[in-house]
């Protein structure tokens, strides 16, 4: 059995952990050993050594994302900020919300260890507006560790001091991109910023600023408390740590568990999602959430590992899979998607603002019959033209594209079938 | 300087540019739409898409947007290749999908940014199938006409509405396909710089409705190089006409003057040259009070009668051309000529030439006011006294986010980036005024002052920074921002009629510029020639209030350009019109001196004849017609010379042409320059005068063509290197005579950069207009102390005039949308105060004083000196109204108050998209 980290104190579904429970299982050690015995650096350096990638989806290391972040003396006066972006909105996706409502000290043990870190005396919780009772259970725990030293002025006695305040977004997909995040949290229009400069340097109110995602700074107490090298022995591939999978479509047991890096795409399918509902197939697989490419049967064998998924074409993203079986339309798959991301763009850049919008006419056209092999031609020169990164002001568009273009490569005939037949060739099955 | 290579050619461009910038200087078309000269980049439009390569041995390169890229010396890219051209044709393709194909009926048809754009990109063919998406369009006042249904949201309208001209009700709403530029609801826009909004949308979501309302098309308009007479500042027109009609006004840029941007009394202020209080027949007064309209050649025989002992006395006019006033002077003599301004108004601007003559300080054009990175503000309200020079205030302050940029290596261009950076950061601005103003939002401090406080409070602010005495905490703050700014800017100007604010301005400036000589002093002047007119006094003129009390021994009074019912009392007008004088007014429209005289001379517009005007910072600069006088109008410089005939003065009757009127007002030591304001009527480019029409254009004969395919017959310009005609270069002559702006390919006003020596630079043409005012930089004497503080009386208001853009200005309140904008009179008073009185706006309030009783509306400021009670100055119902009189305020029990007017919705689209709950 692989060993619990980031889930060890999540039992019952319902349940969440109490400070009293948390520190009773080795909660806040992490703290007390960085504050008592670690200066800023020692931290950095640990978390650097650990190969922590980013959990929400690009991967980017945590620590080296860290190291931008100007020493004092380098960047213009005032503060310096972390944001734990908890805009858990990637369709899919569901692993964030399981580890603030069951365990949200751990989450605030991770982000008093960064800003620790980075020399933020600021830090936001940046959620998810329908996320109602993590809000809740977050906001008790946060008041729980003002109450009991972990946050406000000199924290456990040392001479670090930092506010923590929980920001519910108004609710938009593009949140989730850090830098519209922070323009939304400024309360201005949550559109993605241009980079450079980057957040670390020019963030929130224009000072340096982190963004982790809420797995990510979870997984920092326990670098900190027990080391590096440890961490990196939980991965079973190139990839250090545990990470939270989920497995959603129509497999027997949908559901999210925390595995090692590593962790073959064929044994998280069939031994924890217990494979296909009876009578189905496998037909694809979006590995990582909404926006990323498909892959098939013969990638079940591949690790989740950053690399590994790339090499293979598509994205680890966030880890949360959705299964695409054979009774199912994959044309009317990408529609939805496409439909959601249309929906969701901030309008800010033209080929996402104006060009989503176009590719859902086309599909939906595909979709109902009225296509035309000129459609084919049109949306594999929409690929090119929304899907290109560097297109577009920010990774929405393509990350967009993702599950199309990969649906254009893998099921082609499909495609090709809605012209010929005039129909969805699924319309039968009820699905989509 | 970098050197770029783009399609294997090497271009040496600017250093901190952008590469959009660097190929559009290069002379490369480059489509674009978000980024805009002045405003930045921002990156959203996507059109600017070039391929850059990171070396020799790149073969594949990757898509960049040009805004976004610092064009870094030995930056390799390519605008041809065709991954580029597929994407930019890609980008028109998407923003095409929604835009109604509406051209031959829009109004931006024929100077459409986007049209250029996509025919420059080569989209043609449509792929998209769905449905367009709609909007409902908004009320938006008598100015600006909305079409949201045009929008390819490009965002320039919300940058320059709001981040630009600080702007508060006009942003984006909504999101995705459905982005909305409007209001938060129907309604008047707010700002003075709205108009602007019709050339910074590249299409027609935003348009010049008075001009919508009496429409031509570009190609169809005659235009002209041409100087705005609303305000002091100068900035440069260019007006559009058609058939005798003068139809719309666009920016003309000066680089050193307004750039892209003009305000909006500026742009629609001028309707009143086709209204019907225009003068347009000489007209005698019968015996019963009406007048008569008489043959031109008739006026000799009238005049004749009436000079008795010969003693003429002219009265000349602060909005009048130099031209006009030097000859109305010479023709009368200077001992028997009235610059035609109130002897307080006078002092004061002669006051502040003498001070601009002496100061150690720089007098800035707008564009140095724009460096500024600490001002002082002194007595004016900037935005309704000079509006342009509020707009640049308004930029200087965000010098101190440029620098902050800076430091942390961001390009000034990079719009977003610095906003981010330094969010609410703002360069150190003061103001001290009577009342609130509208660039109060972006100043660090507002200091509330009676106008005598004022004085005073500049006067020790002087003396702190001489001596470094002052004990007062607010003083030493502001003293200490002026001393550590690298370039310090104080303005101030004659608004309040205080002549000590003026002093204590100079001194502050003069104080400043002893240690630092990039101090920079400017003074606003309130009407389009008030410079001019002072420079041309001479010591032996008389003042107005001369000319009334020795009114019964002047036979012929002349009247040029001059409502003198704005400059006098009621009792002086009454003394006036009682006297035996006759008075002779030459005038563009009606007003109460043409009604109490003898003879009315219908003088030319601005539109119609061309002359001299110096700005505020003492620049001379030639406005030309747009079209040839109708009627019997005349210039008022040719009636001049038209009465000196009559009473034979041969040196003036002499002249033949408007040079020669130039030549004579060169001799005048002020203006010896005047000559080389302007190429004179013989300069030719490449054999050719300049056209005043666009390029030869099949269309142009359509409009009568139903009658008649001939067009009419247009009058020949012997006066001035312009020709009413389509047939010349409008190229690359001097920018003082450039008319309008085009180039192949490029129709709209975007076409500027053809003309530019680089983006946001100077024009190849080179500088436009002639410094009069140079100062010796040996300081300023003061004369003035302390003005004893004015003890409050208890009950009475202090009378301080409060200005409007829309309603201050004589000519532009006869435009029809400006005086509905203008509203009614009032009386300004401070929140207090106004509780006292219980009333709010749009209260009436009774105003007593010495034979005085006016029932007038009330409106509110969020700030007002102890003591003083605001009017609204130039409003022509109250002009027994004056500066710093006493008077008594109560509620007005009876006053009723206008019901609201009900605003008619514009225009509702004529069908729904499914999804339009967004919206």
């Known amino acids: 059995m692989t060993e619990k980290v980031l889930t060890k104190n999540i039992s019952n579904v319902n349940d969440t952990t109490p400070i009293d429970r948390y520190e009773a299982n080795e909660g806040y050690l992490g703290l007390r050993k960085a504050l008592n015995s670690m200066s ?393 | ?371 500024a990175d600490a001002i002082l503000v002194l007595g004016e309200d900037l935005t309704n006294t000079a509006a342009r020079i509020a707009l640049a205030i308004r930029q200087a302050t965000k010098n101190k986010a440029i620098a902050m940029a800076t430091k942390m290596g961001i390009e000034e261009w990079h719009d977003s980036a610095v906003r981010n950076l330094a969010q609410k950061e703002l360069s150190p601005l003061f103001i001290t005024t009577t009342a609130a103003t509208k660039l109060d939002d972006v100043a660090m401090k507002t200091i509330t002052l009676s106008p005598d406080e004022i004085a005073n409070f500049g006067l020790e602010l002087a003396r702190q920074l001489a001596d470094g005495n002052s004990q007062d905490p607010q003083i030493i703050e502001i003293a200490t921002y002026l001393t550590t700014a690298e370039r310090p800017l104080i303005v101030s100007g004659p608004s309040l009629l205080n002549a000590n604010i003026v002093e204590s301005a100079a001194a502050v400036a003069d104080a400043l510029a002893m240690s630092n000589q990039n101090t920079q002093l400017s003074f606003t002047f309130p009407e389009s020639n008030s410079t001019g007119s002072i420079l041309l006094g001479e010591p032996q003129n008389l003042m107005l209030s001369d000319i009334i009390e020795n009114i019964d021994e002047i036979d012929v009074l002349v009247v040029l350009e001059n409502d003198l019912s704005r400059r006098l009392s009621a009792f002086e007008m009454t003394q006036l019109n009682a006297s035996q004088t006759k008075i002779i007014s030459i005038d563009v429209l009606e007003n109460k001196t043409l009604e109490i005289s003898d003879m009315v001379l219908p003088a030319a517009s601005f539109a119609e004849t061309q002359g001299t005007l110096v700005n505020n910072e003492g620049r001379a600069q030639r406005f030309y017609s747009v079209f040839s006088p109708l009627h019997d109008r005349l210039p008022s410089w040719q009636w001049v010379i038209d009465i000196a005939a009559v009473i034979e003065n041969e040196e003036l009757s002499a002249i033949a042409s408007f040079d020669e009127v130039i030549d004579l007002c060169a001799q005048n030591n002020n203006f010896q320059a005047l000559s080389s304001v302007a190429p004179d009527k013989n300069f030719r480019d490449h054999g050719l005068k300049i056209p005043r029409q666009t390029h030869r254009n099949s269309g142009r004969t359509a409009i009568t063509a139903n009658t008649s395919v001939h067009e009419p017959q247009q009058s020949p310009d012997e006066e001035t290197p312009l020709t009413y005609s389509m047939e010349g270069l409008n190229r690359d002559q001097p920018s003082a005579l450039t008319p309008f702006v085009w180039s192949p390919g490029w129709n709209s006003n975007q076409s500027l950069q053809k003309f530019q020596a680089e983006t946001d630079g100077p024009l190849k043409g080179g500088p436009s207009g002639i410094k009069l005012i140079k100062s010796s930089g040996c300081g300023v004497s003061l004369d003035y102390d302390r003005t004893p503080s004015v003890s409050l009386k208890n009950n009475y208001w202090r009378l301080v005039p409060i200005y409007s853009l829309h309603g201050s200005e004589e000519l532009s309140l006869h435009t029809k949308e400006i005086s509905e904008l203008a509203g009614l009179p009032f009386i300004m008073l401070s929140g207090r105060d106004a509780d006292n009185m219980k009333v709010s706006d749009g209260d009436g309030v009774i105003v007593s004083g010495d034979d005085l009783r006016i029932s007038i509306s009330v409106r509110v400021s969020a700030r007002m000196a102890k003591g003083c009670a605001g009017y609204s100055a130039g409003y022509n119902e109250i002009g027994h109204l004056t500066a710093d009189t006493y008077v008594q305020i109560n509620r007005d029990d009876e006053w009723q108050p206008l019901k609201p007017v009900v605003i008619a919705t514009d225009r509702i689209a004529s069908f729904k998209s499914e999804d339009n709950q967004y919206v």
């Open chain 2, 1 to 371: 300087m970098p050197t770029i290579i783009v399609d294997g050619k090497s271009y040496e461009v600017g250093s901190g540019k952008n590469l959009l910038e660097a190929c559009l200087d290069a002379g490369l078309d480059l489509p674009y739409f978000c980024w805009h000269p002045s405003m930045g980049s921002i990156g959203s439009c996507r059109q600017c898409a070039l391929v850059q390569y990171r070396d020799n041995d790149d073969q594949h390169g990757r898509i960049i947007m040009g805004c976004m890229t610092p064009a870094t010396d030995g930056a390799r890219v390519s605008l041809k290749v065709e991954k580029a051209k597929e994407f930019r044709e890609a980008v028109v393709e998407s923003l095409m999908l929604n835009h109604p194909h509406d051209c031959p009926v829009c109004s931006e048809g024929g100077e459409c940014h986007l049209q250029d754009m996509t025919v420059m990109v080569g989209h043609r063919d449509r792929r998209y199938k769905g449905k367009k998406n709609t909007h409902r369009n908004q009320y938006l006042g008598p100015l600006i006409n909305h079409e949201m249904n045009r929008c390819i949201t490009c965002y320039r309208c919300e940058r320059f509405y709001r981040d630009y001209a600080g702007g508060k009700d006009l942003s984006a709403q909504a999101s995705r396909d459905r982005i909305y530029f409007g209001r938060h609801q129907d309604g008047i826009l707010e700002s003075e710089f709205s108009g602007n909004l019709v050339e910074v949308c590249p299409t027609g979501v935003f348009t010049d409705k008075p001009f919508l309302a009496d429409y031509s098309r570009k190609w169809d308009l005659q235009s002209s190089p041409s100087i705005c007479s609303g305000c002091g500042v100068g900035c440069n027109i260019s007006p559009g006409e058609r058939y005798g009609r003068l139809k719309r006004i666009h920016n003309r840029y000066n680089h050193e003057i307004n750039g892209y941007f003009i305000c909006d009394r500026g742009r629609f202020g001028a309707g009143y040259v086709n209204g019907d209080k225009r003068t347009n027949y000489v007209g005698i007064k019968e015996p019963n009070g009406a007048f008569k309209a008489i043959k031109k050649n008739e006026i000799s025989r009238h005049i004749i009668q009436w000079l008795g002992n010969g003693n003429i006395v002219g009265i000349g006019s602060p909005r009048a051309s130099v031209e006009s006033n030097y000859l109305l002077q010479k023709l009368v003599g200077p001992s028997k000529f009235s610059l035609g301004v109130s002897q307080t108004e006078h002092n004061i601007l002669k006051r502040q030439v003498s001070i601009l003559q002496t100061t150690r300080a720089s007098n800035p054009s707008v564009r140095e006011i724009e460096m």
């Open chain 1, 40 to 432: 800023p650096d020692d931290c950095l350096l640990e978390v650097k050594n650990s190969n922590l990638r980013g959990r929400g989806g690009a991967g980017f290391p945590t620590g080296m994302k860290w190291s931008f972040v100007p020493k004092h003396g380098d960047c213009l006066p005032g503060h310096k900020y972390l944001i734990c972006n908890a805009d858990e909105m990637e369709p899919g996706t569901f692993k964030d919300r399981l580890l603030m409502e069951q365990d949200p000290h751990q989450l605030i043990e991770g982000m008093v260890l960064s800003a620790y870190t980075i020399g933020a005396n600021i830090a936001y919780i940046f959620i998810r507006g329908e996320y109602r009772l993590a809000i809740q259970r977050l906001s008790e725990a946060i008041e729980e560790c003002y109450n009991s030293g972990y946050l406000g002025g000199n924290i456990l006695g040392s001479s670090f001091s930092l506010e923590m305040y929980v920001h519910p977004s108004a609710g938009r997909y593009i949140c989730g991109e850090e830098t519209a995040l922070i323009n939304a949290l400024e309360g201005k229009r949550a559109n993605p910023r241009a980079k450079p400069p980057f957040p670390q340097v020019s963030g929130l109110w224009g000072r340096p600023t982190i963004v982790n995602n809420v797995e990510t700074l979870c997984n920092i107490p326990h670098i900190i408390h027990k080391g590096a090298e440890w961490f990196k022995t939980l991965g079973v591939g190139e990839d250090s740590g545990t990470k939270l999978f989920g497995v959603s479509g129509r497999v027997k047991n949908p559901g999210c568990w925390e595995l090692p890096m590593g962790t073959p795409i064929r044994q998280i399918l069939e031994d924890h999602a217990d494979g296909m509902q009876t009578g189905l197939n496998l037909k694809g697989l979006l590995p990582g959430g909404g926006s990323t490419d498909f892959l098939t049967e013969v990638h079940l064998d591949l690790a989740m590992d950053y690399n590994v998924i790339g090499a293979a074409g598509s994205r680890m993203g966030t880890g949360t899979m959705i299964i695409l079986d054979d009774q199912s339309c994959p044309v009317g798959m990408v529609l939805n998607l496409i439909r959601f991301f249309a929906q969701e763009s901030c309008g800010f850049c033209t080929p996402c603002r104006d060009g989503l919008p176009w590719t859902r006419q086309v599909l939906e056209d595909l979709e109902n019959g009225k296509g035309s092999e000129a459609d084919l031609e049109t949306l594999a020169y929409q690929i090119k033209y929304i899907g290109t990164p560097g297109n577009t002001h920010c990774a929405l568009a393509p990350g967009a594209m993702e599950p199309l273009q990969s649906a254009m490569k893998y099921f082609f005939e499909d495609f090709k079938n809605h012209i010929t037949l005039g129909r969805c060739p699924y319309e039968m099955n009820g699905v989509y």
